[in-house]
């Protein structure tokens, strides 16, 4: 296929795509990326990576999968999840990135589809994910394929960490995206209700009213049905929504007739569910059957750097239009705290302290962190240079330099001069 021919056919997409040489130039854009990205200057014979993320050199050098890199090994398509600068702010991208070469076999250039994902956020989002750290990166990756795969979810993390919003998420960029999200909150429903929550109840049989009822399942019908804390599912009801998930069919509480659901099963849970069925206290056939795609949903002690995004995006919903800021003291309580609760304890912080800040700045008396009385989620001192806390934040961090940077509220070019200066001391 000639130059002309594969420009031609890129302006005929309406998805966005890019074509790039080997060594990352971008040759032509269609029309469909020109508008997503509305570029203020020509993008042509600019690197992909200085467009899309403002690096200064290729992603795989710069902290992130390079799907060019990815390809040029194997020869063959590669798809990632990146999150790309655009003017509505930083957005997570599906990106499918296909090789074209010429007739001796060789790569000559590469064609990218790309495919604004919108179940997750770089930015602030009200009701949408938000995170840069690695932790999160990979948690999306995941997220990515479960969406577009119409296959039982289970969703492993601690409490507090955001199981529901990822399974919201999945549900929203799935083909169901247009039926009912249903949650069944295991861990709130007596097991005497159970059954007849979920499965509904026939007419006649209830002992007052005699009036039938739907249950979440009817409910759920077409869309997902998402079991929060599925480890803590009655005994009882496990065979029945074994067999619902088997044949996709199940009866009614006091009806022998049979009733069909097109349901997609989304489950999370805070235990091991493996060792409860070790222990008896949960079916292993169900759990095969629950765990065909898990997803582990991280701690925020593993994504420290996500924290002021976090912080960013509760203040906005918790006080909207009082412009709160974070002092430099009270954002380094909040990026060395352990979190046993996770986002929700962080959540919990923050709203305590819009009640307590009368002025526009949170300080860390407005914060009532709890002292721990092991000690364990005690902060360190807060350093009083900024190459001791440079020092001290540096070994437990695991995503890009550009991040820590942000953390640390300096530049990214004064950021590598500390490390290189660090690095020096340490090697005399």
Do not use: W
Request: charged letters at 25%; one cysteine or more.
């Amino acid at each position: 296929m000639s130059f002309t021919e594969l420009t031609s056919f890129l302006q005929a997409q309406t998805e966005l795509h890019v074509l790039f040489d080997t060594q990352y130039r971008i040759i032509a854009v269609n029309q469909a990326f020109r508008k997503y990205c509305n570029p203020g200057d020509s993008v042509i014979g600019r690197p992909c990576y200085e467009v899309s993320h403002n690096y200064d050199m290729p992603c795989d050098r710069s902290g992130e999968t390079c799907p060019l890199a990815k390809s040029r090994r194997s020869g063959k398509p590669e798809r990632v999840l990146h999150m790309h600068h655009t003017p509505n702010g930083e957005e997570y991208v599906s990106i499918e990135l296909t090789p074209i070469k010429n007739l001796s076999g060789e790569i000559t250039c590469y064609v990218e589809k790309i495919e604004p994902v919108k179940m997750a956020k770089g930015l602030t989002e009200r009701n949408s994910l938000q995170g840069q750290s690695s932790a999160f990166r990979k948690m999306m990756e995941l997220v990515g394929k479960a969406a577009s795969a119409d296959i039982n979810i289970l969703l492993c993390g601690e409490s507090g960490t955001g199981k529901e919003l990822v399974a919201q998420a999945i549900h929203r960029a799935g083909k169901r995206a247009a039926r009912p999200f249903i949650v069944v909150d295991c861990s709130g429903i007596a097991e005497s209700h159970f059954e007849s929550e979920l499965f509904g109840q026939e007419r006649g049989t209830h002992p007052k009213t005699g009036s039938g009822k739907k249950g979440l399942v009817d409910a759920a019908d077409g869309g997902s049905l998402f079991l929060d804390e599925v480890g803590d599912l009655p005994l009882s009801i496990q065979s029945k929504l074994l067999r619902l998930l088997e044949t996709g069919a199940y009866r009614r509480f006091g009806s022998a007739d049979l009733r069909r659901a097109d349901i997609r099963i989304i489950s999370a849970t805070s235990h091991n569910l493996l060792k409860k069925a070790g222990d008896g206290l949960f079916r292993k056939d169900l759990y095969y059957r629950l765990d065909i795609f898990p997803i582990y949903v991280p701690a925020l002690r593993d994504r420290l750097e996500d924290i002021p995004l976090l912080i960013a995006s509760l203040l906005e919903i918790m006080a909207p239009g009082r412009n709160l800021t974070v002092s430099d003291e009270a954002m380094y309580l909040l990026q060395t705290y352990r979190y046993p609760g996770n986002v929700r304890e962080l959540r919990n912080f923050l709203e305590r302290a819009c009640l307590l800040c009368e002025s526009r700045e949170i300080r860390p008396e407005h914060l009532l962190i709890p002292e721990p009385e092991d000690g364990e989620n005690a902060p360190p001192p807060l350093p009083v240079s900024p190459e001791a806390r440079l020092k001290q934040l540096l070994p437990a961090f695991s995503g890009k330099r550009k991040a820590l940077a942000k953390m640390l509220g300096i530049s990214e070019r004064t950021l590598y001069r500390r490390l290189s200066e660090l690095q020096e001391k340490e090697n005399r």
